[in-house]
């Protein structure tokens, strides 16, 4: 059983869920005021991450930045799962037919795509920013949440509780809602997180490489790429940002494994 | 086989074309005229007529679109704006830096993950299995640009073993070549052997509870070559159809691990392109790409089909 997993995956989640939404009221230095005499400080008791190259403290804008990566994937997860759940369920209702081939040969077209090429494409149309690395993040996750749901909810089409809402009368898209999803929503919250991670992951990417959020909008990804000439000089500049992505990375993975292991229908019965 | 064959063939080309109709309207969203871009806002009215009607800025779109994909067909992806050659030698020239770091980067992944998956699955539960765990959480969590910059910063700058970045090229040699490519390639392929040594681990994991393992050591074979003989074998299908798959992951990863080590890459041409505006060679790259990823995939699927003969007559 991995539900050990839960606790230190849950406990790094909180922290950088509670420092992205303290930021918005409290961050120890203000992340837009330079002070460039200071530049380049080791970590001190003033400054317990040091500052960057134009003295601003690496604590505070890291805060800030896990606002804009917990933003940014959130809300790109949010898409694929508005957009894609809602797709697999209509696949599953209505399998084999047309429309079933439609969604699924167009979930095969974006597969084709690599996620980051369809970022690179969507900025080089309409340009850099935070908005537009959602949506890239965002179309990548629909295929991802239709297929897992089209999936899972064909094996349940099959069984009596829903033989028994169809001889009720139910409408298919009526029995999608209130039987077949409810019943799946433990694996997408299991892949939630999992996309979740994968989408803190791209927006660094993304930002390191200048297509994320744009200055002064603080990225851990922007801070990674401002600190690469740095590294050999201070260390730290390039350390914090890395750990913060790990860290954050390695949470929402370990709380989405203890997550799959909790809602396992096998082992739960093997807990009680 | 043939009929799954012509199945699948049928599903690549159709996946190819609808790409190429998404990628082109895409990138005639774009405003402004490419013309007068590369001629600059000076331009005399005939000329830059002319230099429409050379690069057939003149015609229809949906003449434009098949003059596009038959071109592509030929091996000609038209011109560069910015730098007034043939696209398909510049991607050509960049692609001599790509596929040699994407395949180094599966090589070294395959070569850590499989003896790494083999052991944690032959000691599971006992504290090599936990280490080997533990080391793929944290492999799947690093952000591979970021473990990219350590690399440089220890092995490069520190112990100067390796140049920080930068290219020689292949003319110095192929060991030459080879060096240069390998910190970006282990940067490449760390979170990708993480993931494989997953797979590879609980693949045989799988297989290890199968009856036909018990016979075989029933019949008096050791644990040891009753992996080797039985158990590998089948648990690599699963690991190889992951292994394809990563391919895409590796060649759109390499954009990024090339910006990192200024390898002059097919990346590295995605990101000049875009910030010049030569949106000609950002479809042509981004085209190019999606057929490897789909021939890749199409590969995968055939050999699966041939391992395994239930898939050829399904549906």
Redesign the interface.
Known sequence: MKLRTLVPGALLVLIFLSAALVSFIWTPFDVTKLDIPNKLQPPSLVHCFGTDQLGRDIFSMIMVGARTSIAVAFIAVGIGMLVGVPLGLAAAANQGSFIDELIMRTNDLVFAFPALLIAIMITAVFGPGAVNAIIAIGIFNIPVFARLTRGAALSLWSREFILAARVAGKRAARISFEHILPNILNLLIVQGTIQFSLGILAEAALSYIGLGAQPPIPSWGRMLAESQTLVSLAPHVALFPGFAILLTVLGLNLLGDALRDWFDPRLQRLRS | MLHYLIKRLT?LV??LL??SV??FV??E??PGDPASFMLGINAQAETLEALRTELGLDKSKPQRYWQWLTGMLQGDFGKSYTYKTPVAAMIGERMWISLPLTLFALLISTLIAFPAGIYAASRRGRIGDAAVTGMT??G????N??FA??L??FFA??LGWFSSGGFIGWDQGLLVGLKSLLLPAIALALPQAAILTRVTRSSLLDVLSEDYMRTARAKGMSKRSAIWRHGLRNAMIPVLTILGLQF??L???A??IE??FYLPGLGLL??Q??AQRD?IV?ESV?ML??FA??LV?FLVDLAYAWVDPRLRTRS
């Open positions: 599903s159709l996946t609808v790409a998404v990628l895409t990138i969203i774009v959480q944290l799947v969590a690093i952000p640009f970021w910059m350590l440089v910063s700058i520190k895409s992951f060649l759109a990863g954009i990024i910006k990192v995605v990101f392109s875009i949106l950002v981004v790409l999606v990823v789909v995939t």
